[in-house]
């Protein structure tokens, strides 16, 4: 089984739908992080998590928020979507406690906004 | 403000050539270099990492080269296959900050 799953793995939405992309990792990691990647952009950090109780925005958390529901899960949601929002959104971990800097990640969620 | 550029966003190679891809950074604080690779339909996993105080590492054929003044990294990938056609990001940290900062990304064609 996958260290990193992400649901739904595709979604197709309307415009001012809520929506929930949801992360849960195996791994044990306390570092969960939500990013998305848009062509010629790279990735591009939305939040970050360190533990349960402390949440970080990224370079772009406008028109996103977060729950870290658990160690294991961490949740995206778009409070009203809109088609810039289209994109692949990945979920990574990562051991905060260990000596590397690797993050792992998710297969991606692709979402579009219509 | 893109703190890491990456160049080029695309590349085609035969086989067995040597990709090179570029990156630049702006923040001299920055400690950690790493490669990122990705495969349609998969997320990205490390490839391979440097930190500034060596000037290039190897890992069976793929490469990073380091030029601490100038503030540049590159990978090169040696005798390149098919199988390395992938998109490739390179990234930047801060110590301590436990987050990444990507490349613009370049996905890499050898053709056969």
């Known amino acids: 089984d996958a260290d990193v799953t992400q649901t739904p793995r595709n979604r197709i939405t309307k415009t001012g739908k809520r929506i929930m992309l949801e992360c849960s990792q195996t791994?044990?990691?306390?570092?969960m992080y939500w990013y998305r990647q848009d062509p010629g952009l790279g990735l591009r950090l939305i939040y970050y998590?360190?533990?349960?109780?402390?949440?970080n925005k990224g370079e772009i958390s406008d028109g996103y928020s977060v729950s870290r529901q658990a160690q294991a899960k961490f949740s995206l949601s778009l409070e009203s979507a809109i088609p810039n929002q289209t994109a692949l959104y990945f979920c990574?971990?990562?051991?905060?406690?260990?000596?590397?800097?690797?993050?792992?990640f998710g297969p991606g969620t692709r979402l579009t906004v219509l | 403000q893109q703190q890491v550029k990456q160049s080029p966003q695309s590349l085609i190679v035969q086989k067995g050539g040597i990709p090179i891809i570029n990156c630049a950074y702006e923040n001299t604080a920055f400690d950690y270099f790493p490669w990122y690779q990705q495969f349609p339909g998969k997320g990205p996993a490390l490839l391979i990492a440097?930190?500034?105080?060596?000037s290039e590492k190897k890992e069976g054929r793929f490469t990073i080269s380091f030029n601490k003044s100038a503030k540049q990294f590159s990978l090169h990938i040696m005798d390149s296959q098919p199988g390395d056609s992938a998109t490739y990001f390179c990234?930047?940290?801060?110590?301590?900050?436990?987050?990444?900062?990507f490349g613009q990304g370049t996905r890499l064609t050898i053709n056969p």
């Open positions: 998590s360190f533990d349960v109780k402390d949440i």
């Open positions: 791994k044990g990691h306390d570092r």
């Open positions: 990234a930047a940290s801060l110590r301590g900050a436990q987050k990444l900062v």
């Open positions: 990574a971990t990562r051991d905060g406690g260990g000596l590397g800097n690797e993050q792992f």
């Open positions: 440097i930190r500034p105080d060596v």
